[in-house]
């Protein structure tokens, strides 16, 4: 009777949410950290459905108004997959990540597929570039022989963002936010367009030992400050208009900004033998990061995050944050000491509010308010698997380069057929999306003023 009794009030109490404690994720050790990385893996690959019959593989649900996203938090989706894989060693999505990275390439093999040029950004190009850099910088399985390689597909990512063509006069320089000239906010240069351009730069100069990458990022950083997109201080504002040489700039701060500098700053360091211009560069924005997007030792988005004006794109940045600060920490080791200690102060509170229903363990937004917030999706998602599986950054080696291990093949020349979009792009038809099912066949347990047009993209 006694025990039947306890069984009743323990039911009735996890339906009221006083036990749910019990059921969420730990991450006081290796075991803990690695139990926890798999369910969020499964949880964020909830919101994916490329593979299913019908479905348009690599993309999450949109752009909108099909879904909530656009195409580039797919490529986004895939770095924290690869992360995710290094980190644990779960095999369980490597086929699932390379049907997806491979089918979204586009016909020059660039990451232009034709369908996405209405909202084709630098930016948005720069994701996937990163995240194939990223499969050739751990290792990830190569693909067959007779498909793209990682190596080559970052390359071409670089090499059509290098091209003349995208680097116009205006400002002084730089890249534009859009690629093709008829995009809404083809007249607006930003950071992140220019920072993913400067971290492929920096780490194709360290994986291939090769100046020209390293000159171009060097020349990329010194823009981006010239222009006044990062201050004195280590700010990095949002971007300007080209019709006012850029003075009209947009003062909101975002936290992946920040991250992708930083992370690129630390590859030019380790790439330069630790030249000291480039670790007081590090060392000053990443006090700036702490001091910006760090509350109480917990991430936080300032622009959005108090109000929770959030974009859906904006949803996404703290798990860059993370695993991007993370991977310094192995290339710029000086780091260490100050970062890892607070990745997992806000690794903690990060999984500390994943209690939201059905199964108590889904995660929020709001980290630091400590209580589940009812902001449910991919990106909140990618940033709690970002922030604990990068916790096991000691069990792995540094990212690799062609003369450490790496076996990812490249191709100087790749991206030199890309489309330069002065024709009128080709519409979407239904050969462009698959029954992606074949490949695999796992089972995968708004913004207000300045910020709402943002939402076009990343």
């Given at each position: ?10 039911a009735?109490?996890?339906l009221?949410?006083d ?11 290796d075991?803990d ?23 348009t ?18 490529g986004?989706?895939?770095g ?10 779960d ?13 979204q390439v ?29 499969a ?50 083809y ?12 971290n ?25 400050q ?29 936290s ?68 991007w ?5 192995q ?14 102060q ?7 509010q994943?209690t ?16 589940f ?14 922030a ?29 057929g ?37 939402s076009?993209?990343?």
């Open positions: 009777m006694v025990s039947r009794l306890l069984r009743v009030l323990s009735a109490l996890l009221t949410g036990l749910v404690s019990a059921q969420t994720y730990k991450i006081d050790s075991d950290i690695i139990s926890a990385s798999k369910s969020l893996a499964q949880n964020v690959m909830t919101y994916y459905h490329g593979n299913e019959t019908g479905q593989p690599g993309i999450l649900p949109g752009p909108p108004p099909a879904g909530d996203y656009y195409w580039w938090e797919g986004a989706l895939w924290a997959m690869i992360d995710y894989w290094h980190y644990t060693g095999t369980t999505y490597n086929d699932l990540v390379t049907q997806a990275m491979l089918w586009g016909p020059n093999q660039d990451y232009m597929p034709p369908n996405v040029t209405a909202s084709l950004g630098n930016d948005d190009q720069g994701f996937w570039g990163m995240s194939a850099m990223l050739a910088e751990v290792n990830f399985p190569d693909p067959p022989s007779d498909q793209p390689q990682w190596l080559s597909l970052a390359q071409a990512v670089f090499n059509t963002q290098a091209d003349p063509g995208r680097h116009d006069d205006t400002c002084g320089g730089g890249l534009r936010w859009q690629i093709p000239f008829s995009n809404n906010g007249d607006y240069k930003n950071s992140i367009a220019n920072g993913c351009f400067f492929l730069g920096a780490r194709l100069a360290r994986y291939l030992d090769n100046q020209t990458y390293a000159d171009w990022a060097e020349k990329t950083w010194d823009w981006v010239s222009v006044g997109l990062m201050d004195s201080e280590y700010r990095i504002y949002d971007g300007a208009h080209v019709e006012t040489n850029c003075t009209d700039i947009n003062r909101a701060q975002f992946y900004n920040n991250a992708v500098y930083l992370l690129g700053a630390a590859y030019m360091y380790n790439y330069t033998d630790g030249d000291s211009k480039w670790e007081d560069r590090i060392s000053g924005l990443l006090d700036a990061t702490i001091r910006d997007f760090f509350h109480n030792n917990v991430a936080y988005e300032i622009a959005c995050e108090q109000q929770m004006t959030c974009t859906t794109d904006m949803l996404s940045f703290k798990g860059y944050v993370h695993r600060m993370t991977t310094m920490t290339i710029a080791p000086f780091t260490k000491d100050k970062v890892i200690p607070l990745l997992q806000s690794a903690q509170a990060a999984v500390n994943c939201g229903p059905p199964d108590g363990k889904t995660c929020g937004f709001q980290w630091s308010s400590g209580t917030d009812d902001s449910v999706g991919a990106g909140q998602t990618m940033n709690v698997l970002g604990v599986s990068s916790l096991l950054v000691d069990r792995v080696k540094p990212p690799v380069t062609n003369a450490t291990g790496g076996t990812s093949a490249g191709n100087f020349n790749a991206g030199s890309s489309d330069s979009f002065t024709n009128t792009p080709a519409p979407i038809t239904t050969g462009d999306r698959a029954g992606a099912g074949i490949l695999t066949a796992l089972v995968l347990g708004c913004a207000i003023g300045t910020f709402t047009w943002m076009t993209g990343a």
